[in-house]
């Protein structure tokens, strides 16, 4: 079974920053993408950031300039450098990976709740 597991979350000032990673176990037989998303108190979950096995990455734009996603290329991992940090990037991070020889399997970690305080 594969499970994803966030870490790094946790309360932070006006800012400040924070590194999520996410680690995964199990099998996967293709990894196409990995990425986070994010979702606030009566808001939709939305994309914060993702990246291609090929290096690819795409970033929401309010997070553009001041979040970093990358990857391991050694291990299954996923990290989200997080400088600058507002009150507005409040909400649980969700880890993914897209994995599957057609990007057919999506797997989620149960997130991990980021707190940026005024």
């Known amino acids: 079974q594969v499970q994803l597991v966030e870490s790094g979350g946790g309360l932070v000032q006006a800012g400040g920053s924070l590194r999520l990673s996410c680690a995964a176990s199990?099998?996967?037989?293709?990894?196409?993408?990995l990425g986070w998303y994010r979702q606030a108190p009566g808001k939709q979950r939305e994309l914060v950031a993702t990246?291609?096995?090929?290096?690819?990455?795409n970033y929401a734009d309010s997070v553009k300039g001041r979040f970093t996603i990358s990857r391991d290329n050694t291990k299954i991992m996923v990290y989200l450098q997080m400088n600058r940090l507002k009150p507005d990037d409040t909400a649980v991070y969700y880890c993914?990976?897209?994995?599957?020889?057609?990007?057919?399997?999506?797997?989620w970690g149960q997130g991990t709740q980021v707190t940026v305080s005024s």
């Open positions: 199990g099998s996967i037989f293709r990894v196409n993408a």
């Open positions: 990246i291609t096995t090929g290096g690819t990455t």
């Open positions: 993914y990976i897209r994995g599957g020889l057609w990007g057919q399997n999506d797997y």
